[in-house]
């Protein structure tokens, strides 16, 4: 159960070669490493032991969108570290990085990160064969348990929440089964 702390990062600007814009990312190799045993992969001689997965960023209010949590040039970012790694960071980066409490990171995961992606992921080629099957067996007449069985079959593909190929909910959509799927901890 890995436990983590969402640490905001507000990413601004630089110019790059030939006056290129490019996002101004943290420089993690600042960050002190904590104990060996804080590490939640590795050996805990690099940043990424100490942190669950990359960044999740607001795919809805980029550099270029100015909204009153995002303004012109810059976008945030939430990596998911562990306490004592953000505790090292917020030394470093006091004015770029804050911890999220788990309501907020919530909304931001819900609404910012992952608010353009479907509740569903739809498995054409699954529907497509039950449909095929459902038609051929209705025009050959096959018998009514058959077709009662096939029918049950269908409505299991088409219930988001039920393990039959066709309509699944994607664990990755919000946080509660995100974090439910990868047994993720936040502390109060
Ligand atoms: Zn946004």
Request: negative net charge; contains cysteine; aromatic residues 6%.
């Amino acid at each position: 159960m890995p436990t983590v702390v969402p640490l905001l990062v507000v990413i601004g600007i630089r110019v790059g070669p030939g006056g290129r814009r490019e996002a101004d990312h943290p420089n993690w190799a600042l960050v002190l490493l904590p104990p060996p045993a804080d590490r939640l992969s590795g050996d805990g001689t690099q940043r990424e032991d100490f942190t669950l997965g990359s960044w999740h960023y607001d795919k809805c209010c980029g550099h270029d969108t100015v909204t009153p949590d995002s303004p012109l040039n810059t976008q945030r970012g939430v990596r998911l570290v562990t306490p004592e790694f953000a505790a090292n960071a917020l030394v470093v980066f006091p004015a770029t990085m804050s911890i999220l409490t788990e309501a907020q990171w919530e909304a931001f995961y819900d609404n910012h990160v992952r608010g353009h992606m479907p509740e569903n992921r739809v498995n054409i080629e699954a529907l497509n064969a039950l449909k095929v099957e459902l038609d051929l067996r209705t025009a050959l007449a096959s018998p009514a348990p058959v077709l009662a069985a096939l029918r049950a079959k269908i409505a299991k593909a088409l219930d988001p929440d039920d393990a039959e190929p066709g309509i699944r909910a994607d664990p990755l959509r919000r946080w509660a089964s995100f974090k439910t799927a990868q047994s993720i901890v936040i502390p109060p």
